[in-house]
């Protein structure tokens, strides 16, 4: 129980909260006028002026409620229990301060360990505390608490299943860097493979061939560099054990193999321009795995769908891909693990990649990577 309490207290805030959204500001929006609209008609209310200006003032501290969830929780509190005293612990209170059930949710699913202890034993003993001034019945002290306990755990969940998602992402990522990891040892391999080539041509022909050996030097120091910019690349990527049976790197001119026409489901046509041949290996997976994944997404989730176009075009710098499909309606929000693990790996490459719905109907996918394979 101990250690249960321990971890509790030094639990750490979740990282990187959203500081406020639209729904704050539309909460504030509704709140506001609310409780000016409470102050006016409800002639059962005591000291309506006094508490419609508290509650107006309240109300925006839920734009702080991630960022400083515990201070506001706080202020919030401390000001109705002044107010309270102020009017005598009269029985009557707005309806509109249920708004600070918010305030407690948030100091637990936002605040660290502490705060949330802090701002809960804040909440309990206010309530307890009311309870016995205004000799509440049994009914309403077990209810009041009831509501409380239920904002506490409803803070709990969220907080919880926000950290399960965190950890599933986290592996995702780790799993997509170890295939690009991979990846890159195969081509590094592939290098080295041409060094010795070359050097043992060398070492052959430089008795007779003096020239030949100086070619086959500059070749190797062509591969060299090639080599340490792979290995550049691997450093940047975290790397958990490695496959004894390693499968050779898919390619651009792969993705015709994912061309279907089919009856029962959306047919896959395939197309490729500029030239694709000279793709640095690294890209040409990226762009194959980032392809594949697209289109069986789209398979699954896009209703009504009858076709489903893959477009990669090459320049001189960089493979554009584009993934499309004309079914109806937009794809869920959360783009599934598969396709964060192919954002993972783009982002690892130097490239930029998007999903969203089209402007017309579907889903795209698209992707920028530089055709060099290392980052600008």
Not at 18 to 39: N, Q
Not at 88 to 93: L, P, S, V
């Amino acid at each position: 129980m101990q250690d249960v309490l321990r971890s509790t207290w030094a639990e750490p805030r979740p990282q990187q909260p959203p500081a406020r959204v639209w729904r704050d500001w539309a909460l504030v929006g509704v709140l506001v006028p609310a409780a000016a609209l409470e102050a006016a008609l409800r002639t059962d209310l005591p000291w309506r002026p006094l508490w419609a200006v508290v509650v107006i003032a309240l109300v925006p501290t839920v734009l702080w409620r991630r960022t400083r969830p515990l201070l506001v929780l706080v202020v919030a509190f401390g000001v109705t229990g002044v107010v309270s005293l102020v009017t005598g612990h009269d029985r009557g209170e707005p309806y509109t301060t249920a708004f600070l059930l918010i305030l407690v949710y948030s100091v637990v699913r936002w605040g660290s360990g502490r705060e949330a202890v802090l701002g809960l034993g804040l909440t309990v003993g206010s309530a307890c505390l009311s309870a016995v001034v205004r000799d509440l019945a049994v009914a309403d002290v077990v209810g009041g608490l009831a509501v409380l306990l239920a904002a506490t755990a409803l803070g709990v969940a969220m907080r919880y299943r926000s950290r399960l998602r965190t950890r599933e992402l986290d592996r995702v990522k780790l799993l997509e860097r170890e295939r690009l990891a991979r990846d890159l040892h195969d081509t590094v391999a592939h290098h080295v493979s041409a060094i010795a080539v070359r050097a043992q041509a060398g070492l052959a022909t430089a008795a007779t061939r003096p020239d030949a050996a100086t070619d086959a030097l500059r070749l190797i120091e062509a591969e060299a560099s090639r080599a340490l910019t792979e290995m550049r690349a691997m450093v940047r990527v975290l790397r958990r054990g490695e496959s004894a049976d390693l499968a050779p790197n898919p390619r651009i001119a792969d993705l015709e193999q994912l061309a279907t026409s089919s009856r029962t489901g959306p047919s896959v046509e395939v197309g490729l321009t500029g030239d694709v041949d000279d793709v640095h290996p690294s890209i040409g997976a990226a762009v194959y795995r980032l392809a594949q994944e697209a289109v069986t997404n789209a398979r699954r989730h896009a209703r009504h769908a009858t076709r489903i176009e893959v477009r990669v075009a090459a320049d001189d710098t960089s493979v554009h891909l584009r993934v499309s499909d004309d079914g109806e309606g937009a794809a869920p929000s959360d783009p599934g693990f598969g396709l964060i693990g192919m954002f993972e790996r783009v982002d690892l490459l130097g490239g930029t990649c998007a999903a969203g719905p089209d402007r017309d109907r579907g889903w795209t996918v698209t992707a920028t990577l530089p055709r060099t394979g290392t980052p600008a």
